[in-house]
């Protein structure tokens, strides 16, 4: 689909920057647009994604294999990173494209998209079998569906991350994108869809609240400093000039404004509290929709552990000072 192009971010080892069409918003709006006319006029129902749900996790699986197996056949890196079996993990190239795409950002795509479109068919498996939809079935795809457009809607911050900058592509990340994310992360829906009565009313209020709060935090964390990134100490945070710290030459800013003036890691906040919003919409009757939040504390947690190892190594005395403005990493006066 049409999209707005966009350079990257200098890729690690060579200072490359690519250049990309960003089109996730157009592709997944027109989706949105094209599923709810077909199902509102019965043209299309979804609940075989539910019925055959085990059978398209099997055919993922495959696939996820099948097309690492082929990023290795048609590698164009000619040395070895590692022995076979680390290349295929982490992948043999750092940018493979197919058709002049780039695969890394492509893959995205079906892995978000195809997320989405598990969780409404569980919407229509609920309006079909139970008859009606429940409230936390409408909180519950309303916070998925703001989640993604909140995401497309900046979709050119991704190209800031450490995926596309550094990360090679290769199975680790074939089988997170394809598997992993829309499989996962659709957990919490089998326990939504199953709930035949409406969760009380200050109960969903309060899980609103919550949703909206993190998922402020979340998304707003991330875009200021990807915009200090962009257009550094001239970007406004909050209607302020960014406040920074500076090294002695001057070559060296960290960002002391907004969010990141409080916690090093409030982004990883603001993500762990969102996902415990999603797990909300199924009550506490079952631990299980509790799993991915849970295993996001640890993922996370060990990550912002790595990543002040790493700033500290590059920083040095200006992490240190920097930490005794942030004082915390993920959780305030705990860690």
Same mark, same amino acid.
């Given at each position: 689909?049409?999209?707005?192009?966009?350079?990257?971010?200098?890729?690690?080892?060579?200072?490359?920057?690519?250049?990309?069409?960003?089109?996730?918003?157009?592709?997944?709006?027109?989706?949105?647009?094209?599923?709810?006319?077909?199902?509102?006029?019965?043209?299309?129902?979804?609940?075989?994604?539910?019925?055959?749900?085990?059978?398209?996790?099997?055919?993922?699986?495959?696939?996820?294999?099948?097309?690492?197996?082929?990023?290795?056949?048609?590698?164009?890196?000619?040395?070895?990173?590692?022995?076979?079996?680390?290349?295929?993990?982490?992948?043999?190239?750092?940018?493979?494209?197919?058709?002049?795409?780039?695969?890394?950002?492509?893959?995205?795509?079906?892995?978000?998209?195809?997320?989405?479109?598990?969780?409404?068919?569980?919407?229509?498996?609920?309006?079909?079998?139970?008859?009606?939809?429940?409230?936390?079935?409408?909180?519950?795809?309303?916070?998925?569906?703001?989640?993604?457009?909140?995401?497309?809607?900046?979709?050119?911050?991704? $190209?800031?991350?450490?995926?596309? @900058?550094?990360?090679? *592509?290769? %199975?680790? !990340?074939?089988? +997170?994108?394809?598997?992993?994310? =829309?499989?996962?992360?659709?957990?919490?829906?089998?326990?939504?869809?199953?709930?035949?009565?409406?969760?009380?009313?200050?109960?969903?209020?309060?899980?609103?609240?919550?949703?909206?709060?993190?998922?402020?935090?979340?998304?707003?964390?991330?875009?200021?400093?990807?915009?200090?990134?962009?257009?550094?100490?001239?970007?406004?945070?909050?209607?302020?000039?960014?406040?920074?710290?500076?090294?002695?030459?001057?070559?060296?800013?960290?960002?002391?404004?907004?969010?990141?003036?409080?916690?090093?890691? $409030?982004?990883?906040?603001?993500? @762990?509290?969102?996902? *415990?919003? %999603?797990? !909300?919409?199924? +009550?506490?009757?079952?631990?299980? =929709?509790?799993?991915?939040?849970?295993?996001?504390?640890?993922?996370?947690?060990?990550?912002?552990?790595?990543?002040?190892?790493?700033?500290?190594?590059?920083?040095?005395?200006?992490?240190?000072?920097?930490?005794?403005?942030?004082?915390?990493?993920?959780?305030?006066?705990?860690?």
């Amino acid at each position: 689909m049409p999209g707005q192009r966009v350079l990257g971010t200098p890729l690690a080892g060579n200072g490359e920057r690519k250049s990309y069409t960003v089109n996730g918003l157009n592709l997944f709006l027109f989706i949105n647009f094209a599923t709810s006319i077909c199902t509102i006029f019965n043209q299309v129902s979804l609940i075989p994604v539910i019925k055959y749900f085990w059978s398209i996790f099997v055919w993922a699986n495959i696939f996820a294999l099948g097309f690492s197996i082929y990023l290795m056949i048609s590698r164009k890196t000619t040395a070895k990173k590692g022995n076979f079996f680390h290349d295929f993990w982490y992948g043999p190239d750092l940018n493979p494209s197919l058709f002049g795409v780039d695969l890394k950002m492509f893959f995205y795509q079906p892995s978000l998209i195809g997320l989405h479109l598990i969780l409404v068919a569980f919407l229509d498996y609920q309006r079909t079998y139970l008859g009606h939809i429940t409230i936390q079935m409408y909180m519950f795809q309303a916070f998925w569906w703001l989640y993604l457009f909140t995401h497309y809607m900046k979709e050119e911050f991704m $190209l800031s991350t450490w995926d596309i @900058i550094a990360e090679h *592509f290769g %199975f680790m !990340l074939v089988w +997170g994108d394809m598997v992993y994310l =829309p499989f996962l992360y659709s957990l919490c829906g089998w326990y939504v869809a199953d709930e035949k009565e409406d969760m009380a009313f200050l109960h969903a209020l309060g899980v609103i609240a919550f949703h909206a709060v993190f998922h402020y935090i979340f998304r707003v964390s991330n875009w200021q400093k990807y915009y200090f990134k962009k257009y550094g100490k001239n970007h406004k945070i909050w209607g302020k000039p960014c406040q920074t710290l500076e090294s002695e030459n001057g070559e060296t800013r960290l960002l002391i404004s907004g969010f990141w003036g409080v916690g090093r890691h $409030l982004n990883y906040t603001g993500e @762990i509290g969102t996902y *415990f919003s %999603f797990a !909300l919409c199924c +009550g506490f009757s079952n631990i299980i =929709p509790y799993l991915l939040p849970v295993s996001l504390i640890i993922l996370l947690s060990h990550r912002a552990h790595r990543d002040d190892k790493r700033c500290k190594k590059k920083y040095g005395a200006l992490w240190d000072k920097y930490c005794r403005i942030a004082k915390f990493k993920i959780f305030p006066y705990f860690y």
